[in-house]
């Protein structure tokens, strides 16, 4: 499903689990990838979902290595070596081309607001230049809503014109179907990934390679599904279930309700833990999460028999 | 004029110039610091206007270890350690702490927004704790503008009273009066410093202790005459002036402006550089700003003596 050349099908953008002391909880992290694996998902870990940000860059570093060494392929990943500055953006991704990752996703960097586009792509040039390898597969991180920074039109048209072989795809978290409607018209060939699988059908019908998903961390099979049979009859039917799903979830602060689903399907409540600034879900977030859950029969397959692993 | 217990006065947000590389200018930043410190003003270096974010961390502590080395006194310096991440902020912290520095201006984690006050307390508290120094001095860096995470006065309030010997003060960068009045009137004995030298004056005058100004990278004497004489006749009159020169270089993208001035003071253009994805002055915004300046017959004082060294 995942192929260096030529990356598609679904991403989770992978929760991280922390331990009682806020350390990245590596064993739990790890089953949770191999859950996410038996349902087809590519692991996008570190991305905005997996509080990639709130890590440091050398706990990042040692969870990837951790991740391949406990034999999870490489090929699958796609990590957010994404920072406020070219040093760590380099350092993060030549670890990441180092362990033979698919590709990586990167996020400009998103201290200053109303940069220009000359200064951004500066910033991807330098950070391209200094991992100077032929290997390097970037994914663009468009997720203005947080980040404040947008990745516009005009600079992706002259990174993929200067890095034609680098510059690969983008996953477009705008919210706004327009601009992957536009980046898809624009930029025909390029790996375009929906930012969630509410556009997943749309993004595939224009043209798109498919979605990077944070919902994925626990709905993935039926995320999944849809994207195995898109051009099926009841395609548009199962587009609706998946949107369904993911306007539950869009009630509560994602992070915490997919740690919260997790917790809740693996009986295991150390996976409710968030890092600062982040917090754990409140009683009350709790009970209206399980009654959405409820209401629906969901539930995780497999993951209780992984978790004992 | 900067005292451990109490720091009051003036200090620069000190801009960071890059070599062609865009590796920090070692040699030309402590010259400029040691400038500063000949003009009364205090070393707040790794602010925003000192394109922090964009530096790593270990090129941040490289520098102030070598800042130090080089005999300035860390009396004087208030370093920003504030980052997305708590491993972070406190690796930073601790450094900064163990050097002697008066303080650490100390950003709220950036990355996520709308987070809650209780995640932030969380945060400030964990790198409190993880530093567990009682040397450690807590300034705020309030910047909403930048960071789109505001520290309210309910969080202030909150910290001040779980940590009153720590979290000892705050920079308000909100741009809003209204809000370094609240905070006065909130707080009184807290050390509250204006943002910038425009509300210098007022804050003063309403309890506060002093200002933390990147354009004192360039007018730092006239700056701190206002802060020397604020109880004399002509005080208002000085604050006008101030604000004339301030409003003249808000008309251009402040970091590169300041890095501009140095450069054409110190007859030195290599001070031009920028990191991305900030981007150096073209010729036509150079042009402008020297206009500015020569209206007004600017210059700094001793620098060019000092940049022989």
């Known amino acids: 499903m995942i192929d260096t050349k030529d990356v598609r099908g679904i991403l989770t953008l992978v929760v991280t689990p922390f331990k009682k002391d806020l350390a990245p909880d590596q064993g739990r992290w790890i089953r949770h990838c191999r859950w996410l694996r038996t349902q087809n998902c590519g692991l996008a870990v570190f991305g905005t979902n997996s509080e990639a940000n709130s890590l440091s860059f050398d706990e990042r570093m040692t969870l990837l290595s951790a991740l391949v060494e406990a034999g999870l392929e490489p090929e699958a ?3 957010g ?4 500055s070219i040093p760590e953006s380099t350092r993060l991704t030549s670890h990441a081309v180092g362990l033979g990752c698919a590709g990586v996703l990167m996020l400009p960097p998103f201290y200053y607001k109303g940069v220009s586009d000359e200064g ?5 040039s330098e950070v391209i230049l200094r991992v100077g390898d032929a290997r390097l597969r970037i994914y663009l991180y468009h997720n203005p809503p947080v980040t404040q920074v947008p990745i516009t039109l005009a600079l992706m048209e002259r990174l993929l014109k200067a890095y034609p072989r680098t510059v690969v795809g983008i996953k477009d978290s705008s919210g706004d179907w327009s601009n992957t409607e536009a980046m898809l018209k624009a930029f025909p060939g390029f790996g375009v990934f929906a930012g969630n699988e509410t556009t997943l059908l749309a993004t595939l019908r224009g043209g798109g390679v498919g979605c990077i998903s944070a919902t994925a961390n626990i709905n993935a099979a039926a995320i999944h599904d849809l994207y195995a049979n898109w051009q099926a009859a009841d395609a548009d039917g199962r587009q609706e279930k998946l949107n369904d799903f993911r306007l539950a979830m869009q009630k509560f602060p994602m992070i915490p309700a997919l740690k919260e689903t997790i917790a809740h399907c693996a009986g295991d409540p150390e996976w409710s833990r968030a890092r600062a600034p982040l917090i754990e879900f409140t009683a009350e977030e709790r ?7 409820e209401k629906r029969g969901f539930e995780m397959p497999g993951l209780a028999a992984l978790a004992e692993i």
Chains 1, 2 share one sequence.
């Open 77 to 79: 990943m796609m990590p």
């Open 81 to 84: 070596t994404g920072s406020c």
């Open 120 to 124: 951004l792509f500066r910033h991807f």
């Open 287 to 293: 009970k209206g999460l399980l009654a959405e859950l």
